[in-house]
């Protein structure tokens, strides 16, 4: 907005005319306006914010949990937002295939005495099942997790038992290989795991990043990770790039552990990295916090460029950093939220 300086008080001829002159092209404006329709709000329709919210690069669909809404959806340059997966307690978690075509769920089935959990492959469009099959592992848990390699061939599994360890299956249901231990050290219960191209795969122990080879008996140092609290470890498709939080901000680095950038500086926590799927973006958990309504862990959902810059994300959308994305539904105002698990295919 531009101030006003008054110059001597005193106004001439010429001014006076102009400035009449001025008054009635606002007041034409005012009745075309008018007559015609042109607010802006008329003009979208009304509910075409999202329009104006996602560049046409951004590509995709985002899945998210939230609280008792099970996952939901957000098809994205569009912004069309839905249900995904109804609200199930037994749901311990899913993945979509890399071509956005397959959809694994992994779902505790387990009854007095018997750790099952139920691993089914079918069609996202048709919800036609290609594999289904029951899983126990050693460790005695119905909590196992699954990730479709980016082949679909494989199924790697973790659990929140130390015994379960990192556990590769066929598709099928198949024992392939598991890693209980690194040098005779136990895995931790919360050990992450992420498949790179050509079925290897990422998996952390304490303070290491570490990238397995098949057939899964061995692996190489990606980066020793001298940090207090690091985690939430995120891979692009390509497996080129690592994204993860540090603190309380995101970081991004290369697959071999160099280049490491700070890519988040609001004053609250961001979390919970993904990557787009041509890995010029990261969505990201920002505003992320604990709830005391019984959500436990809970974020909105923002997007940054992907280009090594640092953006600010803040619960209030027009205090962001030029090009950050808040993340919000065709039709709505507020924010999507997650409190779980995030995919961007």
Request: proline fraction near 4%.
């Amino acid at each position: 907005m531009h101030s006003f300086v008054p110059y001597r008080n005193f106004e001439s001829k010429y001014f006076k005319d102009e400035r009449m002159k001025h008054l009635a092209a606002s007041i034409l404006i005012t009745i075309c306006c008018f007559f015609l329709g042109c607010s802006k709000e008329e003009n979208n329709g009304g509910d075409n914010r999202a329009d104006s919210l996602y560049p046409t690069e951004l590509k995709g669909t985002i899945y998210y949990d939230w609280a008792t809404e099970g996952i939901l959806k957000i098809s994205l340059p569009d912004g069309t937002g839905g249900s995904f997966i109804p609200d199930d307690s037994k749901l311990n978690n899913f993945d979509i295939s890399r071509d956005g075509k397959t959809k694994l769920t992994v779902v505790n089935a387990s009854t007095l005495g018997q750790y099952d959990v139920r691993f089914t492959i079918s069609d996202i469009n048709t919800g036609a099942v290609v594999e289904e099959f029951i899983y126990n592992g050693p460790g005695l848990s119905a909590y196992c997790k699954g990730h479709l390699s980016p082949d679909n061939s494989l199924i790697l599994v973790t659990s929140n038992e130390k015994e379960d360890g990192i556990t590769v299956l066929k598709r099928n249901g198949e024992f392939v290989s598991r890693i209980v231990d690194i040098n005779g050290e136990r895995l931790d219960f919360n050990v992450s795991a992420l498949w790179l191209p050509d079925n290897h795969f990422l998996m952390t122990h304490g303070d290491y990043i570490i990238r397995v080879a098949p057939p899964y008996t061995s692996g190489t140092l990606v980066k020793e990770m001298d940090y207090e609290d690091w985690g939430e470890l995120a891979v692009d498709r390509n497996g080129t790039q690592l994204a993860l939080r540090i603190a309380n901000h995101i970081h991004t680095m290369g697959i071999d552990g160099s280049n490491l950038k700070q890519v988040t500086n609001s004053n609250f926590t961001e979390s919970e990295p993904v990557f787009s799927p041509d890995g010029k973006y990261l969505l990201l958990g920002s505003y992320y916090r604990y709830s005391g309504e019984g959500f436990g862990r809970l974020w909105q959902l923002s997007i940054i460029p992907n280009d090594g810059r640092q953006y600010t994300t803040n619960p209030d959308a027009e205090d962001n950093s030029p090009g950050v994305i808040p993340v919000i539904w065709k039709g709505k105002e507020k924010i999507e939220s997650g409190s779980g698990q995030m995919v961007w295919r």
